[in-house]
């Protein structure tokens, strides 16, 4: 079907650096012990600082008792488009998504190693000031938010709205009353609303609960692509609750209740899968209906793996790209080819066709739920939450000419013959 050989034998780069990020390579540290009075918000909890209005992280001496279903965070790209902070995003005027965390002075009880929001951090940051895919999170009355995209109205830059629901006991109910304030005072057909779910905690009947009240789409993060990777990164090995069969479990009400096209997941490339792993979930997950929304790996500060190198960016250009002809192209793993170290060595598309879809450009854009534009133009454009804007992994933006020129360059397709 097609006749593109992009890789041999496995290569360094330019630094002496692997192309990939080999499994042997990505092994997080182990976690430390936290002291008894920084453990399940202690600090937070026992100075009792009543919150009042916005707290911005890192701006208080004591961070306040937030909790939901009260209050949420949200990034910081939606606190500058909700006017909560000032501040610009490098080529971005605002974001599309209203992506809110439940939030809570013990945090999430979860211990995943590439998270800023892992619970191994108590011992040195409160819950509400720690950094998450790159970039702080604001915490805000929830009815303040609704307040302040009623008044927007249709002027609102949000095409969706995303509940994550993190790992606490709480965090089914209140994810049902933060949804029930949205969708009272908010058109769900307006602004939808996905759901990105917290499997562990979770049963059938939630997912039924969460599609009666108006969720419109159901995302599971399993953000590891193998059951190694996740039992390494989410699994006892690092003191988390998470287990590979549940999510999977979760996953199958979703694609029950909630239909083709309206379930999704997270994955995070370049925590030592090979690229043929990736795609082969990727496939999996397009064969239930749904898609993948796929993150390149950036080391966390103050995470497990804040040691490790980021994704290089050739392996990240091969598997986004990989992913947009799996869930939007029609192309399926099996038409593709892999080296040995499971790199792609053929994308299953003939030449012209893959330069077509390379120039388009879109391929290499967040990936997300949809919002307005099309059905693959995420809403969710995370700005630089895998990667600093001076070389962007994922576009918040349409890239320009310039831009599909470098990206180009990354993928390092070999020339066609004349
Ligand atoms: S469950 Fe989610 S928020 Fe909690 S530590 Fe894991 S990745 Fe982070």
């Not at 002809?325 to 598309?349: A, E, K, P, Q, T």
Request: proline share 7%.
């Amino acid at each position: 079907m097609s006749c593109l050989e992009t890789h041999g034998t496995p290569r360094p780069t330019g630094d002496g650096a692997l192309d990939f990020n080999p499994f042997d390579t990505m092994a997080p540290r182990a976690p430390g012990e936290v002291p008894a009075e920084a453990k399940n918000g202690a600090r937070v909890k026992a100075e009792g600082v009543a919150p009042r209005g916005v707290y911005l992280p890192n701006d208080n001496i004591q961070t306040p008792n937030m909790r939901s279903p009260d209050y949420v965070q949200v990034s910081t790209a939606a606190a500058i488009s909700l006017g909560l902070m000032g501040g610009k995003m490098h080529r971005c005027s605002c974001t599309h998504c209203l992506n809110l965390l439940l939030t809570y002075p013990e945090g999430c009880r979860a211990n995943c190693a590439y998270c800023g929001l892992a619970r191994h951090r108590e011992a040195d940051r409160d819950y509400a000031d720690r950094n998450f895919i790159r970039v702080d999170w604001p915490a805000v009355p929830m009815a303040e938010i609704v307040d302040i995209v009623k008044r927007q109205g249709k002027k609102t830059s949000f095409h969706r709205m995303c509940i994550s629901m993190i790992t606490h006991p709480n965090s089914d109910a209140d994810t049902l009353t933060v949804l029930k304030t949205w969708t009272d005072r908010i058109d769900p057909s307006d602004i939808p609303v996905s759901i990105l779910s917290n499997p562990t905690t979770m049963n059938r009947a939630d997912v039924v609960r969460l599609k009666e009240m108006g969720a419109d789409m159901f995302t599971v993060a399993f953000d590891a692509a193998t059951p190694e990777l996740f039992e390494r990164t989410r699994g006892k090995t690092v003191d988390g609750p998470h287990r590979w069969e549940k999510y999977w479990e979760v996953m199958g009400h979703a694609a029950e209740i909630f239909g083709p096209e309206k379930i999704g997941v997270h994955l995070i490339a370049g925590m030592g899968e090979t690229e043929a792993e990736m795609l082969t979930i990727v496939q999996k997950v397009k064969d239930m209906g749904g898609h993948s929304h796929m993150f390149s790996f950036f080391p966390e500060s103050g995470s497990l793996m804040d040691h490790l190198p980021a994704t290089p960016r050739d392996q990240w250009r091969r598997v986004q790209l990989g992913r947009y002809l799996i869930d939007y192209r029609g192309v399926r793993v099996d038409h593709m080819r892999f080296d040995d170290s499971g790199r792609v060595v053929d994308f299953g598309l003939p030449r012209a066709e893959l330069e077509g879809v390379i120039d388009a450009g879109i391929a290499f854009r967040t990936s997300g739920c949809p919002g307005k534009v099309a059905e693959d133009v995420s809403a969710c454009d995370r700005p630089y939450g895998d990667s600093p804007p001076s070389n962007i992994a994922s576009f918040p933006f349409q890239p320009n000419k310039r831009d599909v020129a470098k990206i180009r360059r990354q993928l390092n397709l070999p020339k066609v013959e004349a």
